[in-house]
């Protein structure tokens, strides 16, 4: 792919450097060659937040026909199910996958936050990758908004042979809210309340000040952190 490629330092410079309208180009160029190169098997993987809403329209503007995947849980708030549902209906080609297993219990989260994630958001992500042929996913991975977040690049290759690319890496929150605002993206309406980041409803909390994703499994050892689709091996053999 591309010989934009840059990781570290330069990725740090360039979240600084580069103006709001250059990052946009960017953006848009990273998603058009990695388009070019995977065609129907670049799929993007839509969270629902702010940041997949950004990635989701920049997308749209390279090919109307690029397909998503939404991995849904019992535990989403009902605004996150009402806006899920009102995307689903204004794009088709959102597929929705979800671990629909009874017997896991309702309390997992409580005590093993690890372990409820991985059943309810990394298993469906990996049965998404497979059912929908991805060989490049998309994400909408920011390397400034948490403690975990820092080490990515725009393109990687965490599982072999299952490219991730991460389009807006080196865009700050308020660009994103600038991209929204100018493009009239509808976002989820638990923004207005005050959230930055969200997830579960058991999971997520408003904060003010730190990180982004500060507000993120508040009290547990996962405080700040990830569900695992970004650390976890996501390629079934
Ligand atoms: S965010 Fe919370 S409720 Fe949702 S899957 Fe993870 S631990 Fe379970």
Not at 30 to 45: F, K, N, P, S, T
Request: glycine share 8%; with cysteine; net charge neutral.
């Amino acid at each position: 792919m591309s010989a934009t490629l840059v990781a570290g330092e330069d990725l740090k410079r360039l979240v600084e450097e580069l103006n709001f309208s250059e990052k946009v180009e960017r953006s848009l160029r990273l998603i058009r060659e990695a388009h070019e190169q995977y065609g129907d098997r670049l799929v993007v993987a839509n969270s629902l937040g702010k940041d997949s809403c950004a990635v989701w329209d920049l997308v749209k503007r390279v090919s109307p026909e690029i397909r998503g995947f939404i991995v849904t849980t019992r535990f989403k708030p009902a605004e996150t199910k009402q806006f899920m549902r009102a995307e689903v209906a204004r794009y088709p080609e959102l597929k929705i996958f979800s671990n629909n297993d009874d017997s896991i219990s309702d309390r997992l989260y409580v005590t093993d936050p690890d372990g409820c994630c991985d059943l309810l958001k990394v298993e469906p992500t990996r049965q998404a990758i497979k059912e929908m042929g991805v060989d490049c996913w998309v994400t909408g991975l920011l390397c400034t908004e948490g403690r975990t977040r820092t080490d990515y690049q725009e393109i990687e290759e965490r599982d072999t042979g299952l490219i991730k690319l991460n389009p807006i890496l080196i865009w700050h929150e308020r660009e994103v809210w600038q991209y929204l605002a100018i493009r009239q993206v509808p976002v989820n309406a638990l923004y207005a309340e005050g959230y930055r980041s969200l997830g579960c409803a058991p999971c997520s909390r408003i904060t003010s000040g730190g990180d982004e994703r500060a507000g993120r499994w508040i009290g547990t050892s996962k405080c700040g952190g990830e569900c695992g689709i970004h650390t976890r091996p996501l390629k079934i053999a």
